[in-house]
């Protein structure tokens, strides 16, 4: 089974400040690979899937790059309305989330 | 616009069976490019994927590995819908349990449940 490692578990950011996460995988995942937001008493919300496509609706300052075993979500120019948990997903074999990395101000 | 509802008790006593289930709307549960599956949140172990089903000229369903064996899924083409079951239920299966819709990411996701298990 794939595993997935996501670091930092959690990122202090100031506003306006770039983020970046980082998500790992065990083994090859080629580029099928997903981001979501995870706020609290919300639903999570796709960001990004195939590594670096934005899902509709999902502002410009959230992308996506890697593939195979290394992958990043950048968010830039934080704002207070991007604290969350952010979770990568893999659908190359199964579907396994990593632990997320919350994002705080 | 695909629009996911999910029933189901929020409380279930230990060693019982929890069930719950995910009403599909605008979209069909036998479609030939949907996948439809159920995935559960807490603070030990965020979110974790539990089951799937989807139609390709036949039905698959695909579970987690360390559920196998207590989880079934179910779809019910009659209802439009996909039901979860999970028998032996302890306090570590309490959780946010979310339907949620797509073959690869999640694209759509229900508005979850809370599942207490508790005597």
């Known amino acids: 089974e794939v595993v997935m490692t996501q670091s930092p578990v959690t990122l202090s950011v100031s506003p306006g400040e770039r983020a970046t996460l980082s998500c790992r995988a065990s083994e090859s995942i080629s580029v099928n690979l997903a981001w979501y937001q995870h706020k609290p008493g919300q639903t999570p919300r796709l960001l990004i899937y195939?590594?670096?496509t934005r899902a509709t609706g999902v502002p410009a300052r959230f992308s996506g790059s890697g593939s195979g075993t290394e992958f990043t979500l950048t968010i830039n120019s934080l704002q207070s309305e991007d604290v969350a948990v952010y979770y990568c997903q893999q659908y190359y074999n199964w579907l396994i989330f990593g632990g997320g990395t919350k994002v705080e101000i | 616009q695909v629009q996911l509802q999910q029933s189901g008790p929020g409380l279930v006593k230990p060693s019982q069976i929890l069930s719950l289930t995910c009403d599909i709307s605008?979209?069909?549960?036998?479609?030939?490019?949907?996948?439809w599956s159920w995935i559960r949140q807490s603070p030990s172990r965020g979110l974790e994927w539990l089951a799937r089903t989807y139609y390709r000229s036949e039905w698959h369903n695909d579970y987690a590995l360390s559920l196998r064996g207590r989880i079934i899924i179910t779809p019910d083409t009659t209802r439009n819908q996909v039901s979860l079951q999970l028998n032996s239920v302890t306090p570590e299966d309490t959780a946010v349990y979310y339907c949620?819709?797509?073959?690869?990411?999640?694209?759509?996701w229900g508005q979850g449940t809370m599942v207490t298990v508790s005597s």
């Open positions: 605008g979209d069909s549960v036998s479609s030939n490019s949907g996948a």
């Open positions: 195939d590594a670096s």
């Open positions: 949620a819709g797509g073959s690869g990411a999640f694209n759509i």
